[in-house]
């Protein structure tokens, strides 16, 4: 598959901290891609760089080989990109399909006034929904009553009706359970299977194992090594995190 999105030689400096010391990334049509490495390696500045919260001091990002400046999550949504971070930016006192078309309502013109048009949203989000968890089916039903996971697939539903077909998940699977965990495995998957390129942050390592189809390791603001197909298990990313051994650099 062609590289849909790239970085090269990043760099993100926060005073004297160099959080990113030139990050060179390459993100294949399609696939799931893990970005992984120790406390502060890193991932979250990479992460909000590619979202547009930070812009980088040096270094360029292309998609599908046109370069690109994100100065605005706008910018970076705009171009294509849907990251869903850890806090997950929904309302938990909104329904489901108000949460997926935030910002974004449908109407319908009645007697020529603008008005909300629920029936068509609700019937919209429960086809996002389809793709991702068809056990979700009350598109009325309030995110507070939803599971961690199922608040998950809310998230990403917002991601797939953007249109977005570069989702970045932000350590989609922290603080849940073994169950829900799985659930949100699933969604990533069904992410794939709907011809999303995913990007996932992630300190988990056999979920990172159990779906990605290439590994980046970051380590102190670099890259350390990039792992694919059968390289990657559990073991061998605990490995090269916790060793720092450099391998394979871009
Ligand atoms: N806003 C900021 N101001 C100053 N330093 C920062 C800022 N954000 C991050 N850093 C520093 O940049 C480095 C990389 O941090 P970053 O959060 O990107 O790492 P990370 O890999 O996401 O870590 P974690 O897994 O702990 O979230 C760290 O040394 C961190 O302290």
Request: one cysteine or more; a negative charge.
């Amino acid at each position: 598959m062609p590289v849909k999105i790239s970085t090269r030689n990043i760099v993100k400096n926060y005073g004297a901290v160099e959080a990113l010391r030139g990050v060179s990334v390459d993100v294949h049509e399609g696939e799931i891609h893990a970005i992984c490495g120790d406390n502060g390696a890193g991932k979250s500045t990479f992460i909000k760089i590619l979202a547009g919260v930070e812009q980088p001091d040096q270094g360029e990002i292309t998609i599908n080989g046109e370069a690109r400046r994100f100065d605005s999550p706008q910018a970076s949504l705009q171009a294509g990109i849907a990251t869903i971070h850890q806090d997950l930016a929904v309302a938990a006192d909104m329904s489901i399909y108000q949460n997926i078309f935030m910002g974004a309502e449908l109407t319908r013109r009645v007697l020529g006034l603008p008005l909300l048009d629920k029936a068509r949203m609700r019937k919209d989000a429960l086809g996002y929904m389809g793709q991702l968890n068809p056990s979700i089916t009350d598109m009325n039903a309030k995110v507070t009553d939803l599971s961690g996971g199922q608040r998950q697939a809310v998230a990403i539903c917002r991601a797939l009706r953007w249109n977005a077909d570069i989702v970045i998940l932000d350590e989609p699977t922290a603080a849940l359970g073994v169950r829900e965990t799985e659930q949100v495995l699933g969604l990533v998957r069904s992410l794939k299977a709907a011809g999303k390129t995913v990007i996932l942050i992630s300190h988990a390592m056999q979920d990172v194992a159990a779906v990605a189809d290439r590994i980046s390791i970051l380590r102190t603001g670099e890259n350390q090594i990039d792992l694919e197909g059968g390289e990657l298990t559990a073991d061998n990313l605990s490995h090269y995190i916790l060793s720092g051994e450099v391998n394979r650099i871009h």
